[in-house]
């Protein structure tokens, strides 16, 4: 079960670390200008997820210009092993990671990861890329039935507001989240402004309060199979 408790935690354990991720990702962004879709608290618990669970394998769905990959990719860094493969239509990302960063670590799978391969047993698997109820419905039956107790999951664009649209990927998300018995986590501003405001203060004590990418809501849903 993930819980707030266990990410302060992490946060504490991995301080350092993170503090170096967080001025090499800043670094990379003024180097590389890059739309980054994830906020800092969502970049942060996804990578502080990675350095915990320390997955063997690690799955990307949509990467846009490759926030989010550089971040999966420090932590595996970090961890010492660890392979990610990320799955995209288009090709952007090849473009903005740094090879240094992406050498015997990374694999990009260009098309549609429906039609793709895919690894048997991944570690952690971050979704962000078609926003629908058909892809959630594709991705839920296809790829989180199959996940083996411990990984860990992060799903993008879920809590813009207290709860989901019906009908909409988040909906759907929570439905099979509901129904498997399994609980998550957010720190959306709009869902969860409680647990946002307990990591925003830690974050302070920590010395981790600059912002490294733009501000956000924060919408991103985080769990992990029982």
């Not at 926030?67 to 493969?85: I, K, M, V």
């Not at 790829?143 to 019906?166: E, K, M, Q, T, Y």
């Not at 909409?168 to 998550?184: C, D, K, N, Q, T």
């Amino acid at each position: 079960m993930l819980h707030l408790d266990l990410i302060v935690q992490w946060y504490r354990e991995h301080a350092a670390d993170l503090r170096r991720a967080r001025d090499e990702q800043r670094e990379l962004r003024a180097q590389r200008p890059m739309h980054a879709k994830l906020d800092d608290l969502e970049a942060e618990i996804t990578y502080l997820m990675v350095r915990a669970l320390r997955p063997a394998t690690v799955v990307e769905i949509g990467a846009f210009h490759g926030w989010s990959t550089t971040w999966l990719l420090r932590a595996l860094r970090d961890n010492g092993c660890g392979t990610l493969h990320t799955y995209d239509r288009a090709d952007h990302v090849t473009r903005t990671v740094p090879a240094a960063l992406a050498d015997g670590r990374w694999r990009f799978v260009p098309g549609d990861v429906r039609r793709a391969e895919l690894p048997d047993t991944p570690g952690f698997v971050l979704v962000d890329a078609a926003h629908t109820a058909g892809f959630a419905r594709w991705y839920t039956g296809t790829l989180f039935s199959v996940l083996r107790p411990g990984a860990g999951v992060a799903v993008h664009d879920v809590f813009h507001g207290r709860r989901p649209w019906p009908r909409s990927e988040g909906a759907v998300v929570l439905g099979w989240l509901r129904r498997h018995g399994i609980g998550h986590l957010t720190a959306s501003r709009a869902a969860d402004p409680d647990t946002r405001d307990r990591l925003l203060g830690l974050k302070r004590k920590l010395r981790l309060a600059a912002p490294v990418g733009p501000a956000g809501r924060d919408p991103m849903l985080f769990f992990r199979m029982p």
